[in-house]
């Protein structure tokens, strides 16, 4: 019954591509509907500000609609998407120039007023990544959560693999020490 | 807690997130989607114009007589020359010998009079500017001045090979021509594009022209043979 459902899903998801291709705006719109809490999720990784993040996620939808065509049908559809919004949200922190890949970068950050325990949620998470100087924070991103491998990382952010490994390593271990630090005054057992 | 169970909570966490998107956002994307496919569809209507104007152009090149040189539709209008595309077909106006003979004696160039000839329509439209030129009067003179050439040739020796009678003819003929498009070949405009395909299209023309040379030569030689005789 469950394996009859995903045919089913597959195949309607391969005909809402279809007609979203054609330029059907109803099948645009579903798709839209479909994928974008989840995209808005994954641009909000990189970009700490709301209203950025869903601009970024708007214009990363226009391309994956102005790019249906180049979509095979060999892979997830919505990994498809992902990547395409990975790479809008790293093209906008970089046309910002939000990206500094040195040590100054740490300077100046403010903290996150959050209390965190064990049991911290996303928004929890989210703030603590957000805290990260922006480079860090795309390679531990990318790395740690989108999977990527630190080749693809320096290809993707023009670093080099070294830079990429250096960056992840200095974000996994100031994660670490806010980490410890937002538990032991969420605890209050200083 | 250890990296690597921090992470994997991490992206646990951070997977399952959805976060909630404006509700004038769809609207945004469809805005752009809408200019998007507007500029997407902006050059179909260049495209299919030049599409008809080439197909409209081509048309008219394939109902073209290939036979008469002319077009389908020709009007006749007034022209002080004649054209040189229709120049090999229009029927023999002038007799190459007697007009030799007459140049012979002196008594000039035989200028033909300006008549009524048939220009074809299409090719007023694509460049107007375009001056037939009759050949008949050029080829007689040229041919006069070849004649002349062979005659001091032969003052100086005994005898003149065929081979460089050729020759002359053929210098003769490629003064001709160059007469024919003065511009020559240095600079590209469209009335030398045009000279230069409606020439190329009559393959013989130029083989006609010497062709021309020669026999008028032949004759005028046999006539003053004969007359020296």
């Known amino acids: 019954m469950n394996r009859l459902k995903i045919i089913s899903f597959y195949k309607n998801e391969k005909v809402l591509i279809k007609r979203a291709l054609r330029g059907n705006r109803e099948a645009q719109r579903i798709i839209y509907e479909t994928h974008a809490p989840k995209m808005l999720s994954v641009c909000r990784q990189y970009i700490s500000d709301g209203h950025f993040a869903e601009d970024v996620m708007i214009n990363g939808f226009v391309k994956v609609f102005g790019y249906l065509d180049t979509f095979r049908f060999e892979g997830s559809f919505e990994g498809w ?60 991103i990318l790395h740690a959560i989108e999977g990527y491998k630190h080749q693809e990382i320096a290809e993707m952010l023009g670093i080099t693999e070294s830079t990429s490994k250096s960056q992840l390593f200095k974000a996994r271990k100031l994660l670490q020490k806010k980490l410890t630090e937002k538990m032991t005054i969420g605890y209050g057992t200083r | 807690m250890a990296p690597v169970e921090f992470e994997k909570k991490i992206k646990e966490e951070l997977e399952e997130r959805r976060l909630q998107p404006s509700a004038d956002s769809w609207d945004r994307v469809a805005s752009q989607l809408k200019s998007s496919d507007r500029k997407r569809t902006g050059y179909w209507p260049y495209a299919v114009a030049a599409a008809l104007a080439v197909l409209f152009f081509s048309g008219l090149w394939m109902v073209r007589d290939t036979n008469t040189g002319q077009w389908a539709g020709d009007v006749v209008v007034e022209e002080d020359t004649p054209s040189a ?3 090999e077909k229009r029927p023999e106006q002038t007799d190459i010998n007697s007009i030799a003979s007459e140049l012979l004696s002196e008594s000039g160039n035989n200028i033909q009079q300006p008549e009524e000839k048939i220009i074809p329509e299409t090719q007023q439209l694509v460049n107007t500017e375009i001056v037939p030129v009759d050949m008949d009067p050029l080829i007689n003179e040229k041919l006069l001045e070849v004649v002349a050439e062979v005659r001091i040739l032969e ?44 020439m190329e299209i009559d393959k013989t023309f130029r083989d006609q022209v010497f062709e021309k040379l020669k026999q008028g030569f032949v004759k005028v030689r046999t006539a003053v043979a004969s007359r020296n005789d």
């Open chain 2, 85 to 87: 595309v229709e120049d």
């Open chain 1, 81 to 140: 998407i992902r990547r395409i919004m990975v790479r809008e949200a790293i093209s906008f922190l970089r046309k910002k120039q939000f990206v500094v890949f040195d040590e100054d970068a740490l300077q100046g950050r403010e903290e996150a007023k959050i209390r965190i325990g064990s049991n911290y949620d996303a928004e929890q998470i989210q703030a603590l990544i957000d805290e990260l100087p922006e480079g860090y924070k795309m390679v531990f």
């Open chain 2, 155 to 198: 003052e100086d020796r005994d005898s003149l090979t065929n081979a460089e009678v050729d020759l002359l003819l053929d210098q003769a003929r490629q003064e001709l021509l160059a007469e024919v498009n003065p511009r020559g070949n240095d600079t590209v405009d469209h009335q030398n594009l045009l000279t230069g395909v409606e």
